[in-house]
T-cell receptor, first 112, second 112 residues
Framework: DVKVTQSSRYLVKRTGEKVFLECVQD?????MFWYRQDPGLGLRLIYF???????EKGDIPEGYSVSREKKERFSLILESASTNQTSMYLC???????????FGSGTRLTVV | AQSVAQPEDQVNVAEGNPLTVKCTYS??????LFWYVQYPNRGLQFLLK??????LVKGSYGFEAEFNKSQTSFHLKKPSALVSDSALYFC??????????FGKGTRLHILP
């Protein structure tokens, strides 16, 4: 089975810190995605990538950046964390075709 | 704009009764539809998908979904609910270029 691993389940960071959320997938998937999930708002797409060194903005990219230096790894970066970025962050990957996404277990980030 | 709607924020069902979680979609072209489930503090898990063919799709954990093109619906069903089915359920549709759009989610409570 495809496995998507997010490096941390829970993180607590201070306002203004630079935060790195790491995601690794082990099935050679081309596509990788970062979402945030908030109650009542569902899943909102932050950034996605269709290939190494490629990135595209999703619906809410402000305050975030991403890096994809290797095919299996997609990092989400909060340049200067703020309290309104407290959320559950979900990474997903997919291959070509219509197989859908495989999600990681999520990282619950709290910014204090 | 393409969209997925889940009209119910919450559904309550008694254990042993049949359950339905509703989903409607608005996408261009042939729809590719998915259901995911999320347990507390976890990522989303794939349940089932509709790509083409039989309108009744069977998936994991005894769930099935009925595709209805005329009503643009893709309702999730299970003949007999279990307490362990209590979770957050997301309907989703493939938008383009392997991007998936999600509904806002429906919380399912199975009452013992």
């Amino acid at each position: 089975d495809v496995k998507v691993t997010q490096s941390s389940r829970y993180l607590v960071k201070r306002t203004g810190e630079k935060v790195f959320l790491e995601c690794v997938q082990d099935m050679d998937h081309e596509n990788m995605f970062w979402y945030r999930q908030d109650p009542g708002l569902g899943l909102r797409l932050i950034y996605f990538s269709y290939d190494v060194k490629m990135k595209e903005k999703g619906d809410i990219p402000e305050g975030y950046s991403v890096s994809r230096e290797k095919k299996e790894r997609f990092s989400l970066i909060l340049e200067s964390a703020s309290t309104n970025q407290t959320s559950m962050y979900l990474c997903a990957s997919s291959g070509t075709g219509f197989g859908g996404y495989t999600f990681g277990s999520g990282t619950r980030l709290t910014v204090v | 704009a393409q969209s997925v709607a889940q009209p119910e924020d919450q559904v309550n069902v008694a254990e042993g009764n049949p359950l339905t979680v509703k989903c409607t979609y608005s996408v261009s072209g042939n729809p590719y539809l998915f259901w995911y489930v999320q347990y507390p503090n976890r990522g989303l898990q794939f349940l089932l998908k509709y790509i083409t063919g039989d309108n009744l799709v069977k998936g994991s954990y005894g769930f099935e979904a009925e595709f209805n093109k005329s009503q643009t619906s893709f309702h999730l069903k299970k003949p007999s609910a279990l307490v362990s089915d209590s979770a957050l359920y997301f309907c989703a549709a493939l938008e383009r270029d392997d991007k998936i759009i999600f509904g806002k989610g429906t919380r399912l409570h199975i009452l013992p």
